[in-house]
């Protein structure tokens, strides 16, 4: 069995930002298990969550089998918003344990969700909108996607009202540091200096739009405490460097590096991986302890809520 990071190196190999970040909310995590009938909201393609019950893929696998649109790549396509049946996810081993409900708005991401055999059950909506679940039905809750909508503390009250007495929700969500790490609000948002425009390319609406939701640990406590919901653990992660080199990564060549990949001869390609993957590791390995020295300063929050 390898380790959560490596399975992340591999399947995130063309994006390791990606899987550096993706590590350390699984270490932020810890603490959080599902319990009874267990939701997770925004679940995308599934592949983090899979990946952190210990789900493994065989080594082939990456989660860029299929994509589509790369040629609007710079202009803020979600590139993954892909499905046909091409797509088959190449599990090794199943997870530990499985989710009884995965929920997304993105309808393709949901499909690749549901191949995976890790959710009982995909549901597609929106969660700008009241949830399509009862009062009180779900025992655990997991979501890293509530600052990507409108009202944080509406959804927060719609999760809490879909929980029940007891149960426990994991968010994660953005600390007022983070719009000061990003490179792109930073240089040109803050200074509207025209030097920096291009960061715009390298932003593509990503810390544009999480900016709107960053708030402090007291400012997310006042919110928790207004929908009823107690606070029973509360990390940081995510300390500066890891965001900077985050905001860059691979990105900037994504589109090139996919078209490259599509061009080596499929006998070559687990080669070229195997050595890509071994040579991140130089780099991750470190990033990643770095990653776990954590304070105030730190990117994101990690809560564990009960009501
Ligand atoms: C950052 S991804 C996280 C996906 C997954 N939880 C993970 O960790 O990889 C954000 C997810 O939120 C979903 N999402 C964004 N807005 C949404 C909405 N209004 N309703 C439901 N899902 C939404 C996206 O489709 C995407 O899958």
């Not at 909201?41 to 893929?57: E, N, Y």
């Not at 993954?80 to 997870?95: H, K, N």
């Not at 948002?189 to 939701?213: A, F, H, P, Y």
């Amino acid at each position: 069995m390898t380790s959560i990071l490596e399975q992340l190196l591999s399947v995130f190999w063309l994006r390791p930002e990606t899987a550096v970040w993706r590590y350390l909310d699984t270490e932020a995590m810890r603490r959080f298990e599902f319990e009874g009938r267990s939701l997770d909201f925004g679940c995308g393609d599934g592949i983090f969550s899979f990946i952190r019950a210990r789900g493994q893929f065989t080594a082939e696998f990456d989660a860029f089998q299929k994509t589509e649109r790369l040629d609007r790549f710079y202009q803020n396509v979600d590139v993954f918003d892909a499905y046909d049946e091409s797509y088959v996810p190449l599990v090794a081993s199943p997870a530990s344990y499985q989710i009884s409900v995965g929920f997304d708005h993105k309808a393709n991401l949901l499909r690749k969700a549901a191949v995976l055999n890790f959710y009982k059950e995909t549901v597609e909506g929106d969660g700008n909108a009241p949830l399509p679940f009862d009062d009180n039905s779900f025992g655990s809750i997991f979501s890293n996607i509530v600052y990507w909508l409108d009202n944080p503390a509406e959804v927060i009250s719609e999760l809490r009202r879909i929980l029940v007495p007891g149960g426990k929700i994991c968010l994660m969500l953005p600390n007022e540091t983070l719009p000061q790490y990003s490179f792109y609000n930073s240089l040109y948002v803050e200074t509207k200096d025209e030097q920096w425009k291009w960061l715009e390319l390298l932003d593509r609406g990503r810390l544009s739009d999480n900016i709107k939701q960053s708030k402090s640990d007291d400012d997310w406590r006042q919110i928790f405490s207004s929908a009823g919901l107690s606070v029973s653990h509360h990390s940081q992660h995510l300390p500066k460097v890891v965001i900077q080199a985050w905001d860059i990564g691979f990105r900037p060549m994504f589109p090139a590096l996919m078209n490259m990949v599509a061009g080596v001869e499929p006998d070559k390609l687990p080669g070229i991986k195997a050595e890509w993957v071994r040579a991140l590791r130089m780099f991750a390995d470190p990033l990643t302890a770095i990653g776990e020295r954590n304070d105030q300063s730190s990117a994101f929050h990690c809560y564990i809520l009960t009501k």
